[in-house]
């Protein structure tokens, strides 16, 4: 084991590590990548595409923070398309060599590490759950399925790491007394003290800010919706929307509808987070109006936007819908609003007149979002583990 110091105390983490995750765009999982590279003798990252077409598999292999292998491969076609990366993941972590550690980004790939682990290639596995949704599929066959998998994947690895409480929760409700590994709570972190801060002089003093993947469910069209009258008191207002998606064209046709096409920018999808960092941080105040849906992902999650926000000094208007939001409140970081047009208008334009107000919030996003660091969060998940790990 390496001793790593990140904040209070040393940190056990396993010499050799194997990392296997989804991706779309970047995600959690990377973040890690990053921070065991330099903190391991050996790393093994495998990712593969979530969505068909959504690029390739590949891996990359560390050996003292050195990039020594880069490989890339299309989807095998023996296999449907999720077996295959099963199949593949096992394969590649076999041909590593043995691993003292095994992190699955998600209960399919954890089945892969449970298998290597019975074939003693891997020593311990961890599986490390960034989204959970009661109603995964609309299809049931396929619900049922992916139930089945995290209960077993969750049954079995060492231990889970859940970016949110209410993961456990759900999987205590679906399950009862079903056993299950120790979990506990990793949350969502951000590039905090990667990203230069603005003092609201600096920045774009009314610019108000939403980044995200554009669905009717991200609930950003209450915010355009809000726009006209937020305009009556506040002139020079405008908002920034940094993301692409299928509700795009619905966004947009809505802004001309009502008016403030000329005060809504979409950046479209921007590959460079530093990029996307650096516009937030010009920005006075974020936005993450979710709409309320028992079932929905958000729910269960921890949202990485609005890690993002405070990392860059945003406060954060948001619906009650992510575990996040309440503290958020209290910690006077934010603001939580019902989803709904009118107290939107309000709350945003509560800010915006109000700089003093603004300045204060902005003051407490940045002290909440500090304890937030990846190097933080993830220093922390080592130490709890350490015993399940050794």
Known sequence: MNGAADGAGPTAIPERVALATHYYATGPAFDLETYLRSRTSHLLFIAHPLYAHGGSSYLRRYRDD????????????????????????????????????????????????????????????????????????????????????????????????????????????????????????VPMGANVGGIRQMSLSAAIPHRLAFLGHLLEKQGVQLAIEALPAIRQRVPDVSLLIIGDGPYRPALVQLAAQRGVSDIVEF??????????????????LSLAPYKPDPESFTRFADPGKVKTYLACGLPVILTDVPAIARQLERLGAGQVVP????????????????????????????????????????????????????
């Open 339 to 390: 989803y709904d047009v009118a107290a939107m208008t309000e709350a945003i334009t509560a800010y915006l007149t109000d700089r003093p107000r603004l300045e204060r919030a902005r003051a407490a996003a940045t002290a909440y979002g500090s304890e937030y660091a990846w190097d933080r969060v993830f220093a922390e998940a080592f130490r709890a583990s350490a015993r399940y790990l050794a």
């Open 66 to 185: 050195r990039l020594v292998k880069v490989m890339e491969k299309g989807e095998l076609k023996l296999f449907p398309r999720f077996i295959s990366d099963v199949v593949r993941t096992v394969r590649w972590t076999q041909q590593a060599g043995y691993h003292d550690l095994f992190i699955a980004g998600d209960n399919l790939l954890a089945i892969a590490g449970l298998w290597l682990r019975r074939r003693r290639h891997v020593h311990r596995v961890v599986l490390y759950s960034i989204d959970y949704v009661p109603r995964r599929f609309g299809n049931a066959v396929l619900n049922r399925l992916y139930h089945r998998v995290d209960r077993l994947a969750a049954g079995r690895a060492d231990i889970v790491w859940n970016l949110s409480p209410a993961i456990a929760e759900a999987r205590r409700r679906r399950d009862g007394t079903v056993r299950s590994a120790p979990q506990i709570v």
């Open 267 to 284: 950046t479209g999808y921007l590959e460079d987070h530093q990029e996307i960092e650096r516009q937030l941080a010009a920005c006075a």
